[in-house]
């Protein structure tokens, strides 16, 4: 394929998954069940956290945690007793046990008591046309409550040469907004440009077999290889073809 042909057809891809039918096969279901801002953060954040593995899984963990904070995270983070954090221990979604969620819940409690929350700490570390330094930053943050050692591999690094792969897809929920239904556009501070996409091992074979990237392993060092192809492709919102890679793997095999 030309690059103009290969445009051409991505684009077709994003506009045959990025509407609200992909809604119901997807983790992004969670935070579409709640309507106030923060809710919507949380529950997505959570939900992102949490998404590798079995899709279904996945979707029935993310419902599980919402159900376990009473169906109002932001809520249940801002206001719960200790004695309420009991019923969180028994959580566990693969390797993401009880005590995670309860570090979690306190590291949230944090970020919006005493840093003005979730968005604004992505925002104040932002450099240039990326996220990846201020996801190392934000994982700085979100840790700096006493906490397991063990929980820290629950948010990955780019710094540390992760693809960072759900981070990166809850930033786009976040920050996407193009009126399809699907991603939410909450954030108004910060530009889809500076999104990257969440490489998986679906987007990564796809985009591969595309000629979008050719470095074998799904890590930072690929992912910038993979921002620069679709940053030429549509420099304003490269993540849509997210869309497109994904769809290509998950639904169509390709």
């Known amino acids: 394929m030309t690059d103009t042909e290969l445009k051409a057809f991505l684009n077709e891809k994003v506009e045959l998954y990025n509407n609200p039918d992909f809604i119901e096969s997807d983790p992004i279901q969670i ?3 709640f309507s106030i801002k923060e809710d919507i953060e ?15 899984m996945i979707i029935n963990n993310s419902k599980k945690m919402m159900e376990l904070m009473g169906n109002s995270p932001y809520d249940f983070i801002m206001t719960h007793q200790d004695y309420q954090l009991e019923r969180l ?3 566990v979604h693969r390797t993401f046990n009880g005590q995670d969620f309860i570090s979690f819940i306190k590291a949230l409690q944090n970020i919006y008591t005493n840093h003005s929350g979730l968005e604004a700490v992505f925002l104040k570390n932002q450099k240039g046309d990326s996220m990846q330094h201020s996801i190392h930053e934000f994982k700085k943050i979100f840790f700096e409550i006493e906490h397991l050692q063990r929980t820290q591999k629950h948010i990955s690094d780019p710094l540390n040469n992760s693809a960072a792969k759900r981070i990166n897809m809850f930033l786009r929920w976040m920050v996407r907004q193009d009126k399809k239904g699907v991603d939410f556009g909450i954030w108004k501070t910060i530009s889809p440009s500076a999104l990257s996409c969440p490489l998986d091992v679906h987007s990564g074979n796809v985009a591969r077999k595309l000629g979008l990237l050719h470095r074998k392993q799904n890590d930072a060092k690929a992912l910038a290889e993979l921002d620069l192809q679709l940053r030429k492709l549509d420099p304003n919102d490269p993540v849509k073809y997210d869309f497109a890679l994904f769809g290509l793997g998950v639904f169509e095999g390709f």
């Open 31 to 33: 935070p579409h069940a």
């Open 42 to 56: 949380i529950a997505g954040f959570l939900s992102s956290i949490i998404a590798w593995g079995n899709r279904k």
């Open 89 to 91: 221990e028994n959580f």
